[in-house]
């Protein structure tokens, strides 16, 4: 079996032969019998052509991706009226003797480099775009016509590079995934990939070799696995058939309310870590982000990441949700979760010491950059703020004031901020107990049993020895689940739980008895919890 690796688009499995896609050499001459003139015309006619086709393939992409990703084509319509770009074909044919296929060429050439040479990594994306519509415009001049997939049966197709308009044009019962040398993670190729669900991996240094021998393309490790043993393909298999499977279910719950037979309603979201879960909320049809684990975003730097790094990545995840809810959780670093920057002494009892709030309270600079860029990143979406290892009210108004001090100073500074919520993660037997008092502090609560669990039962959920009785089913766990729900909701608070123990299916009924307003789960759980939701009649006893 061989082995490479790229950067994964899509987060799925495509199994099946490859074919090594060459496209057709054509030569360009270069030299032109005609007058400028001439072939100034021939290459407006060529661009008439063109529009007309890219109307066409607007129309495809609106059918087989949605509107947002059709306007990809819009854009491609607008480059090719721009007048700067027409302007330097136009000086390219002026000079004389030059062939308008060449001239656009050229000019495509050029502007393609200005966009790659550009800071911002969607701009230089851009340099496919235009290469696109030059490559179509000399296609028209030449009388050349798009092959199309040169197989009949379902192939990984493989590349150089795809353009957003041969990517349209396959015909998708034919392509089971791509693989690409180059491309970007936001060229418009990738992200009509995305939205059309097609497996793919760009960035990969293939073989000609490969052409004909069966593969696996793996979106979520970015690895494509050539001639691979039995084994592993049934192991894969498996877990395309997986997919599939979600797919499915997928196209029944869709767009449907999360609310039992009896009509009681319940917000299912999701759990992330990164801003590229993302892709997988969206694709699960998850109603918002119950939990965004922040301190990813700091384990993954080598020195304390800025405010505007922090922004930017906040600001993406709350505009890709598009209004929907997004929860990040303050820092939540230390016990398992370790930085060598922050300088952390090592600790006899990690889990009991100096981790979460407790440093953001005493490291009040790395706390406020934080609780800057989050409330910066509110400006875009619907973003709300939970605090992690909360185990008294001082603690929580501590917190709160530090976040008014940065509101205050951000609005001073004349930038937009926009949290409407603010809550406390409900994960200490502490918490719980004085679950009454707190809910008078905040709007929400979410439960992590994960840790709530460890703290109850006194019982290390890092130890693997102890898993026989790490029990989160313990009366102990579903009482204190139960009394802070009831304490909450007594209060005016919602409550929700974003530890493992919300994706348990055996429970699912339970937490909706008590009463729980949201459970939040990884992506890859939120279908199966949604199905069951919908099949529950809390009315029968
Ligand atoms: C929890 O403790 O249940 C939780 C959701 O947080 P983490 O697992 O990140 O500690
Ligand atoms: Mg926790």
């Known amino acids: ?8 688009i899509l987060e799925r499995i495509a199994i099946g032969p490859l074919c090594v896609y060459k496209k057709a050499e054509v030569h360009i001459s270069r030299t032109s019998a005609l007058t400028s003139a001439q072939e100034w015309d021939r290459f407006e006619a060529a661009r008439q052509t063109v529009r007309g086709q890219l109307e066409r393939l607007y129309e495809k992409a609106l059918d087989e991706a949605g509107g947002e990703t059709a306007a990809i084509f ?30 656009v060429m050229e000019a495509g050439e050029n502007f393609a480099a200005a966009f790659a040479a550009m800071d911002d990594a ?20 030449c009388g050349r016509r798009d092959s199309g997939l040169p197989e009949e049966q379902p192939v990984i197709l493989v590349a150089d590079d795809l353009t957003p308009s041969e990517t349209v044009r396959m ?50 490790s970015g690895c494509v696995y050539v001639n691979p043993g039995p084994e592993f393909l049934s192991a894969m298999e498996e877990r395309r058939d997986d997919e599939c499977r979600r797919d499915a279910l997928l196209q029944t719950l869709k767009g449907k309310p999360d609310v039992t037979l009896d009509g009681r309603e319940v917000q299912v979201y999701a759990n992330i870590g990164s801003a590229a879960d993302v892709e997988s909320v969206l694709r699960n049809d998850a109603q918002g982000i119950g939990l965004f684990r922040s301190e990813f975003l700091y384990l993954d730097a080598q020195d304390y990441p800025s405010e505007d790094r922090q922004f930017a990545v906040y600001k993406h995840v709350a505009e890709a949700m598009a209004g ?32 979460a709030i407790r440093i953001c309270l005493t490291r009040r600079e790395v706390f406020k950059t934080q609780l800057r860029a989050i409330l910066r990143a509110g400006a875009f979406g619907t973003v709300s703020i939970m605090f992690p290892m909360i185990i008294s009210l001082q603690e929580v108004r501590d917190a709160r004031e530090i976040l008014e001090e940065c509101r205050t100073e951000l609005r001073e500074q004349g930038k937009a901020t926009g949290v409407p919520e603010v809550g406390i993660m409900i994960e200490t037997p502490a918490a719980v107990a004085i679950a009454d008092e707190l809910a008078g502090e905040v709007d929400f609560f979410s439960l992590g049993t994960n840790d709530l669990t460890q703290y109850t039962l006194a019982i290390d959920r890092q130890n693997a020895k102890l898993d026989a009785f790490y029990d989160p089913h313990h009366p102990a766990v579903l009482r204190m689940i139960r009394h ?20 348990d299916l055996t429970l699912t009924e339970t937490f909706l008895r008590m009463g729980v307003d949201e459970l939040s789960v990884s992506p890859a759980a939120v279908l199966p919890l949604r199905k069951t939701i919908r099949g529950l009649d809390l009315k029968k006893d």
């Open 122 to 141: 969607y701009m230089q994306a851009r340099a496919v775009d235009v290469k696109d519509i030059s490559g179509q415009v000399a296609d028209a001049l």
């Open 1 to 8: 079996m061989q082995t490479a690796s790229g950067k994964s």
């Open 324 to 355: 929907k809810k997004v929860i990040i959780r303050t820092l939540d670093i230390g016990a398992d979760k370790q930085a060598d920057y922050f300088g952390l002494d090592e600790e006899e009892n990690p889990a009991l010491g100096y981790r």
């Open 484 to 503: 802070t729900i009831e304490a909450g909701h007594r209060h005016g608070c919602w409550v929700g739980i974003c530890g493992e123990l919300g994706a």
């Open 74 to 103: 819009e854009i491609h319509q607008m480059m090719l009226d721009d007048e700067d770009y027409l302007e330097a074909v136009r000086d390219i044919v002026k000079t004389g003797g030059t062939t308008a296929e060449y001239a």
């Open 171 to 220: 015909d998708k019962s034919k392509l089971l995934g791509f693989i690409t040398r180059r491309g970007s993670f936001n060229s418009h190729t990738a992200i009509l990939a995305r939205t059309m669900n097609i497996p793919a991996l760009v960035g990969v240094d293939f073989d000609d070799s490969w052409n004909g021998r069966t593969a696996v393309l793996d979106g979520c």
